[in-house]
């Protein structure tokens, strides 16, 4: 544990932080899992909302720095050729 009181700030701030980005990075791997289960059931009207609430999580990761923005064009990629695919 730090002495000085900068470090100390530091170290709880990227705990913080870390806890801040765990969550964010949770929630869009739960929001794509949930599409994923209502494209298995076919359900395309819930599938069509998980898509919408998937990509604003994705794109919220990806702004923040949490994945890269690349990955977050192929994830978005693959979730709407999967949509696509179930509505076709």
Request: hydrophobic residues 40%; aromatic residues 2%; without cysteine.
């Amino acid at each position: 544990m730090p002495n000085i009181k900068s470090a100390i700030k530091r170290v709880k701030k990227s705990e913080e932080n870390r806890a801040q980005n765990h969550a964010v990075k949770a929630a869009m791997r739960t929001s794509i899992k949930t599409f994923n289960s209502k494209v298995e059931a076919n359900d395309a009207a819930a599938a069509k909302e998980a898509f919408l609430n998937a990509t604003k999580k994705i794109d919220k990761a990806a702004s923040k720095g949490l994945i890269h923005q690349n990955k977050a064009a192929r994830e978005k990629s693959r979730l709407s050729t999967k949509l696509n695919g179930l509505t076709a």
